[in-house]
Nanobody, 126 residues
Framework: QVQLEESGGGLVQAGDSLRLSCTAS????????MGWFRQAPGKEREFVAA????????AYEDSVKGRFTISINNAKNTVYLQMNSLKPEDTAVYSC???????????????????WGQGTQVTVST
């Protein structure tokens, strides 16, 4: 079973940037997706962004478009989430997740993801 490990969270001020990393313990099938989700206190987990391992398909949640960028380094089995112009409403625990079946469309439902990392806290202060 592949394992995922996130890093890069922290406490920043509004307008700052952070880069999250998610490293898989081994290579995965190139047609699988890696996604980022986040969960703020008292709220449900929500989709943030996802990318196919071959980098052929990418999707973003509307509120992060133009601010967040998902990318992949296949040589390092690592997916990144570059977060710019952070806002207090971006405060959440961010988790990466992996699908384990092929999909033509980018999966945005958390139920499509079967392997999850432990999560990393991102806190954006005003």
């Amino acid at each position: 079973q592949v394992q995922l490990e996130e890093s890069g969270g922290g406490l920043v001020q509004a307008g700052d940037s952070l880069r999250l990393s998610c490293t898989a313990s081994r290579r995965t099938f190139t047609n699988y997706f890696m996604g980022w989700f986040r969960q703020a206190p008292g709220k449900e987990r929500e989709f943030v962004a996802a990318i196919r391992w071959n980098a052929g398909s990418i999707a973003y949640e509307d509120s992060v478009k133009g601010r967040f960028t998902i990318s992949i380094n296949n040589a390092k089995n690592t997916v990144y989430l570059q977060m710019n112009s952070l806002k207090p409403e971006d405060t959440a625990v961010y988790s990466c997740a992996l699908t384990t079946r092929e999909s033509a469309a980018v999966p945005i439902n958390q139920n499509d993801y079967t392997v999850w990392g432990q999560g990393t806290q991102v806190t954006v202060s005003t």
